[in-house]
């Protein structure tokens, strides 16, 4: 069975910029959650999605949104990027909101 | 205070001894626990849960919970050098989905 998958692995923006990171859970698994991992913070929740609707929310501003796809696929975006949001991104996926969570490759953002 | 807290260390053993690796959590409600593994440049790997007071065994990994000191740990039995990794623990919030993780403790496994 394949695991999470994340795209695109590796990402350079500029300030100012959006962008937006996408994530395909594993096959099934119809929650998913996304973190940021920091050197300084380490890994921090963003938010979780599930049945399509957000259903936890970490302590990040209104610049980090998401969304969930009816097929569970979610994407995260970042509007107005500064350098304080180069990290790696991370999804991941339970097979139900109590289940354990699998992390995907990640995303590696990089704002210059 | 952090809502979980491990050693940072690093952690040297040499090969085939036991590893120890250590967590403290504050929310007395939480009930679900994690070990995740983390190689340098990688994503976090699951490779244990536990959720009811004692002991959990899978091959070479026993994790280890107690409620009442709010206490997990994770032993590597028969360590090797692939295992040098830095291991992270996490605590499933109270009522809700989200993981706090504690900022991991750095294994290295001496040949």
């Known amino acids: 069975k394949a695991g999470v998958t994340q795209t695109p692995r590796y990402l350079i923006k500029t300030r100012g910029q959006q962008v937006t990171l996408s994530c395909s859970p594993i096959?099934?698994?119809?929650?998913v959650s996304w973190y940021q991992q920091t050197p300084g913070q380490g890994l921090q929740f963003l938010f979780e999605y599930f049945s399509e609707t957000q259903r936890n929310k970490g302590n990040f501003p209104g610049r980090f949104s998401g969304r969930q796809f009816s097929n569970s696929r979610s994407e995260m975006n970042v509007s107005t990027l500064e350098l304080g949001d180069s990290a790696l991104y991370l999804c991941a996926s339970s097979l139900e909101r109590n289940s354990p969570l699998h992390f995907g490759n990640g995303t590696r953002l990089t704002v210059t | 205070q952090k809502e979980v807290e491990q050693n940072s260390g690093p952690l040297s053993v040499p090969e085939g001894a036991i590893a120890s690796l250590n967590c403290t959590y504050s929310?007395?409600?939480?009930?679900?626990f994690f070990w995740y593994r983390q190689y340098s440049g990688k994503s976090p790997e699951l490779i244990m849960f536990i959720y009811s007071n004692g002991d959990k065994e899978d091959g070479r990994f026993t994790a280890q919970l107690n409620k009442a000191s709010q206490y997990v740990s994770l032993l590597i039995r028969d360590s090797q050098p692939s295992d040098s990794a830095t291991y992270l623990c996490?605590?499933?919030?109270?009522?809700?989905?989200?993981?706090?993780f504690g900022t991991g403790t750095r294994l290295t496994v001496i040949p």
């Open positions: 929310d007395r409600g939480s009930q679900s």
């Open positions: 996490a605590v499933r919030a109270t009522g809700a989905n989200n993981l706090f």
């Open positions: 096959s099934g698994h119809r929650s």
